[in-house]
């Protein structure tokens, strides 16, 4: 039974086209995170929710819109994909916000073409 | 503010030797630190962190780190390397105090040959 998944784990599609991301934990955590991971392995945080609400929305186009229904959801929905948004994104959850341990997803590897 | 510097992209060592991953921080606050492993394809998995307490933090996989608050250093440690620690490898930092954002080092990718 999966901690933290992701859907889908490969994701290809054309430049312009709107995509999403799905995120679920069954960890009972209050917090969750988007990260990208680009093609030098580069992670970098793009939101984080914690019981359902944003606390963290770093430098990200608004393009990139999360979603989280409950606490045990994250969504990630990219509106008019380009090229430079082609990476792996990884969802995380810990048990709140603060110095806790990171539960990571498997990725998934988006390429826009 | 918080930031991390891994101070090598990558590292090569033979099975069997020592490992030394570096890893240095700054932090405006008593940060808590980590060290994530990531397998190729895979999702990042954590092998140790300090929040503290004892400064020799003992993980899994026979992995080890230091925190050395006078060097602002959290090096990761193996006694013996095997092919399976093969990976790529981030040190993180959180302020406990601070925003508690997680930031990521680059990483280094660990090579070990037979």
């Known amino acids: 039974d999966t901690a933290v998944s992701q859907t889908p784990k490969y994701l290809v599609t054309q430049m312009g086209n709107d995509k999403s991301i799905k995120c679920e934990q069954n960890l009972g955590h209050d917090t969750m995170y988007w990260y990208k991971q680009d093609s030098k392995k580069f992670l970098k945080i793009m939101f984080s929710?914690?019981?359902?609400?944003?606390?963290i929305n770093e430098t990200v186009p608004n393009r990139f819109s999360p979603k989280s229904p409950d606490k045990a959801h994250l969504n990630l929905h990219i509106n008019s994909l380009e090229l430079g948004d082609s990476a792996v994104y990884f969802c995380a959850s810990s048990p709140q916000s603060g110095a806790n341990v990171l539960t990571f997803g498997a990725g998934s590897r988006l390429t826009v073409l | 503010a918080q930031s991390v510097t891994q101070l090598d992209s990558h590292v090569s060592v033979s099975e069997g030797t020592p490992v030394l991953l570096r890893c240095n921080y700054s932090s405006s606050y008593s940060p808590s630190l980590f060290w994530y492993v990531q397998h190729p394809n895979k999702g990042l998995q954590l092998l140790l962190k300090?929040?503290?307490?004892?400064?020799l933090v003992k993980g899994i996989n026979g992995f080890e780190a230091e925190f050395k608050k006078s060097e602002t250093s959290f090096h990761l440690t193996k006694p013996s390397a095997h092919m399976s620690d093969a990976a790529e490898y981030f040190c993180v930092v959180s302020e406990r105090g601070g925003s508690y954002i997680p930031t990521f080092g680059r990483g280094t990718s660990l090579i070990v040959h037979p």
């Open positions: 300090y929040t503290s307490a004892a400064t």
């Open positions: 929710y914690n019981n359902k609400e944003l606390i």
